[in-house]
């Protein structure tokens, strides 16, 4: 104790030093009776306050604490979720939690989505910060740059023109083979599957001198927009009916298309060299959609041909020509030049190329020209034999070249003044489409708030009656599933789905592919996302695209060269070629239906009667045994089983044990009778049913029918 006690003081005496004048700062009796080592404790618990050192008071400054500045956040307009998160310096996951329970459609808010003002300034003050208003930039109001068809020519400088014909009607008609004949050509033998894919626009030049333009349009349902086109852009149809086949889907939907776009039909019945032809019967089905021949009382010529041996084909032309004359059709070939892209399509020598309807003016080399957001000068022309000429007039198809971007077919052709002007017009119709965009877009995004903030009023009614501490649990509740992580962070749905890239010929092609996939409605079973669609070969893009998405590729009537086939092996990314488009889509469908989970049927492998019941004793346990008489098929002991009393199922599982008489058998078959015991203990009645079956898996098939 002795020694302990020294150390003590020794350690005091040695702190001392660091103490000065103790009994100066607080010169208290009490500090005298305390232990000699108490008082550094003591000094260190005393309060500051008064002291008596020299009269002075001795205080300690309390520690400033600075005010922490809140963020400032520029904010405008109609911000989207990833622009505020930015201007405010954040990942897009804060503005999700600042926004949580409030009115705020979480499920749709996308990065896009546009945010209103409230809704700003709400996640702005939930995250601790404060708001300013950007300054807002002046917009000048944009001139219309846009140019128009020119005003109606005078009559005086009219000339005659060649007729546009466009031959319509049901796929297998004999549409291509009635234009093969006229132009004595050998189109039909070169079309995939025997049938017209997209449009095709030749010249015609009949013996007696008189030039027609036809146009042949695809019969197949796939390719109803392009008819569509077709009507509008011609002056006569000959609407092509098989006598052996009558008025078929297609043939009606081409009178339609005709009446729309009012032009006149000629029908020409085709087929008619066949034993079973029955003219007179389909002049009678067209009765039906107002198609009254002239022999029945109406207007509409009616020729009886056969395109395949060429019989009546000059009275068709004839019949052409005087209706033509009727018409009186003329155009302007002075000033600046009109014209209708019929197809469009990308050439690997030549680049953008475009099948044209020249409607008005002379169009030449080098001229400039504005079809939608595209433009060119022209480089080359070739008419529909593939020949390079200089120029071309009213009522005459035309290919050109020199586009800098493929244009949409069904775009009209209009000739400008310079190249700036060109560019002029394609800057603002593409702004002018941007605005619409947004415009359509604010729509819609107006429309999902009110409808969403409807839902949240009716829920807050609903709550209306609770404390609000119950509300706040409810709410939570709700919501948890919502936030159970970050948007970010959450895992990728386990929903079926399959990505295309498709590429085709021509933008027609690639047009008619869309509308058919427009029509996909099993989405339930397998989500359709399209990727990317285009017109040209497979590129090395496609295959980055295809890797990116986990998606296939399918080419219509396109290439894809060795080393882009090498690419798209060694990425494993699936290429799909075609040249016919229902087997496009007939295999689209089965690799649809490869996505989904195969099917499970059952199949009866036998049945039996249990006959008498008993108990086997098997080491230490009892175990049910039921005597049975196979009635149908036969009990395999490796297949599944199943118990059932009367409708009730009582057990399904395996067998433990399959005998007869005495021996362990695997199979019994009609007529035999056995002893068995299942998987589970179950007591058997007399009269139940032991079922033996199988079950085989069988691939879905997607229930999407696109029509044909």
Same mark, same amino acid.
């Given at each position: 104790m002795k020694r302990m006690a020294v150390l003590i003081r020794q350690a005091l005496s040695a702190s001392r030093h660091d103490i000065p004048n103790i009994a100066a700062v607080c010169p208290s009796t009490?500090?005298?009776?305390? $232990?000699?080592? &108490?008082?550094?404790?003591?000094?260190?618990? *005393?309060?500051?306050?008064? +002291? !008596?050192?020299?009269?002075? =008071? /001795?205080?300690?400054?309390?520690?400033?604490?600075?005010?922490?500045?809140?963020?400032?956040?520029?904010?405008?307009?109609?911000?989207?979720?990833?622009?505020?998160?930015?201007?405010m310096n954040k990942d897009i996951d804060h503005v999700y939690e600042a926004l949580l329970n409030t009115s705020v459609d979480l499920e749709h808010l996308e990065p896009n989505t546009i945010l209103g003002e409230k809704w700003i300034k709400e996640a702005i003050k939930r995250c601790g910060m404060k708001y300013k208003w950007?300054?807002?930039?002046?917009?000048?109001?944009?001139?219309?740059?846009?140019?128009?068809?020119?005003?109606? $020519?005078?009559? &005086?400088?009219?000339?005659?023109?060649?007729? *546009?014909?466009?031959?319509? +009607? !049901?796929?297998?008609?004999? =549409? /291509?083979?009635?234009?093969?004949?006229l132009r004595k050509s050998q189109i039909a033998a070169q079309e995939a599957g025997g049938i017209t894919q997209h449009i095709g626009a030749f010249l015609v030049q009949l013996p007696s001198g008189e030039m027609i333009t036809f146009l042949d349009t695809p019969g197949h349902a796939a390719f109803s927009a392009m008819r569509a086109r077709g009507a509008l852009i011609t002056d006569i149809i000959i609407l092509v009916v098989a006598a052996d086949d009558g008025v078929m889907?297609?043939?009606?939907?081409?009178?339609?298309?005709?009446?729309?776009?009012?032009?006149?039909?000629?029908?020409?019945?085709?087929?008619?060299?066949?034993?079973?032809?029955?003219p007179k019967k389909v002049k009678r089905d067209l009765l039906a959609h107002d198609v009254v021949c002239e022999e029945l009382g109406g207007d509409v010529q009616a020729i009886h041909i056969s395109a395949l041996q060429g019989e009546n084909l000059l009275e068709l032309a004839e019949a052409i020509?005087?209706?033509?004359?009727?018409?009186?059709?003329?155009?302007?070939?002075?000033?600046?030049?009109?014209?209708t892209v019929i197809e469009s399509r990308t050439d690997k020598g030549k680049g953008p190329v475009t099948t044209a309807i020249i409607q008005r003016g002379i169009l030449k080399k080098g001229c400039i020209l504005v079809?939608?957001?595209?433009?060119?000068?022209?480089?080359?022309?070739?008419?529909?034999?593939?020949?390079?000429?200089?120029?071309?007039?009213?009522?005459?198809?035309?290919?050109?070249?020199?586009?800098?971007?493929?244009?949409?077919?069904?775009?009209?052709?209009?000739?400008?003044?310079s190249e700036q002007r060109a560019r002029e017009v394609v800057e603002w119709r593409t702004y002018m489409e941007e605005q619409n965009k947004l415009k359509e877009d604010q729509r819609v995004i107006v429309a999902n708030q009110k409808q969403h903030q409807e839902s949240y009023k009716k829920e807050r009614e609903r709550l209306a009656h609770l404390?609000?501490?119950?509300?706040?649990?409810?709410?939570?509740?709700?919501?948890?599933?919502?936030?159970?992580?970050?948007?970010?962070?959450?895992?990728?749905?386990?929903?079926?789905?399959?990505?295309?890239?498709?590429k085709g010929d021509v933008e027609g092609s690639v047009e008619a592919i869309l509308n058919i996939l427009e029509s996909y409605d099993a989405d339930k079973?397998?989500?359709?996302?399209?990727?990317?669609?285009?017109?040209?070969?497979?590129?090395?893009?496609?295959?980055?695209?295809?890797?990116?998405?986990?998606?296939?590729?399918?080419?219509?009537?396109?290439?894809?060269?060795?080393?882009?086939?090498?690419?798209?092996?060694?990425?494993?990314?699936?290429?799909?070629?075609?040249?016919?488009?229902?087997?496009?889509?007939?295999?689209l469908k089965e690799e649809l239906g490869s996505k989904?989970?195969?099917?499970?049927?059952?199949?009866?492998?036998?049945?039996?009667?249990?006959?008498?019941?008993?108990d086997v004793t098997v080491g230490k346990k009892k175990v049910p045994v039921a005597g049975c008489r196979i009635q149908k098929g036969q009990l395999d002991k490796k297949m599944k089983f199943r118990l059932t009393r009367g409708k009730e199922i009582l057990w399904e599982g395996s067998l433990t044990a399959l005998k007869h008489h005495k021996d362990d058998v695997q199979i019994v078959k009609t007529g035999m009778e056995c002893g068995l015991s299942l998987d589970k203990v179950i007591e058997f009645n007399v009269g139940d049913e032991i079922i033996c079956y199988e079950e085989i898996e069988k691939p879905q098939r997607i229930s999407w029918d696109p029509g044909f």
């Open positions: 009490a500090w005298a009776h305390m $232990p000699p080592y &108490a008082h550094h404790a003591r000094y260190l618990a *005393v309060k500051q306050g008064r +002291g !008596h050192n020299n009269g002075q =008071k /001795t205080s300690v400054k309390p520690l400033k604490v600075e005010k922490q500045e809140k963020q400032e956040v520029e904010i405008k307009q109609s911000m989207s979720v990833s622009e505020l998160a930015q201007a950007a300054k807002m930039v002046e917009n000048k109001v944009r001139e219309n740059k846009d140019i128009q068809r020119q005003p109606p $020519p005078d009559p &005086a400088r009219l000339v005659n023109r060649p007729p *546009v014909v466009t031959i319509m +009607g !049901h796929v297998d008609h004999g =549409k /291509t083979t009635l234009l093969d004949s889907n297609q043939t009606i939907e081409s009178i339609q298309h005709a009446k729309k776009a009012k032009v006149p039909i000629i029908v020409a019945v085709n087929k008619c060299d066949k034993p079973q032809a029955d020509v005087a209706l033509a004359e009727v018409l009186e059709l003329k155009a302007d070939p002075l000033g600046l030049t009109e014209g079809a939608g957001k595209a433009w060119a000068k022209v480089r080359l022309l070739f008419d529909v034999s593939n020949q390079a000429v200089a120029e071309v007039g009213p009522g005459t198809p035309v290919e050109i070249v020199g586009w800098k971007e493929l244009p949409s077919v069904g775009e009209e052709i209009l000739e400008v003044e404390s609000w501490k119950q509300r706040k649990a409810v709410l939570y509740r709700a919501n948890k599933h919502r936030m159970a992580c970050r948007p970010s962070e959450r895992a990728e749905t386990e929903e079926l789905s399959l990505s295309l890239i498709i079973q397998c989500q359709l996302n399209i990727v990317h669609f285009g017109v040209g070969d497979i590129s090395e893009n496609d295959i980055n695209l295809a890797e990116a998405f986990s998606g296939t590729i399918y080419g219509f009537n396109v290439a894809a060269n060795k080393s882009i086939q090498d690419i798209a092996a060694k990425k494993q990314i699936p290429l799909k070629m075609h040249r016919v488009i229902y087997h496009l889509i007939d295999d989904l989970p195969p099917t499970t049927e059952e199949k009866i492998i036998g049945e039996a009667s249990v006959l008498a019941t008993f």
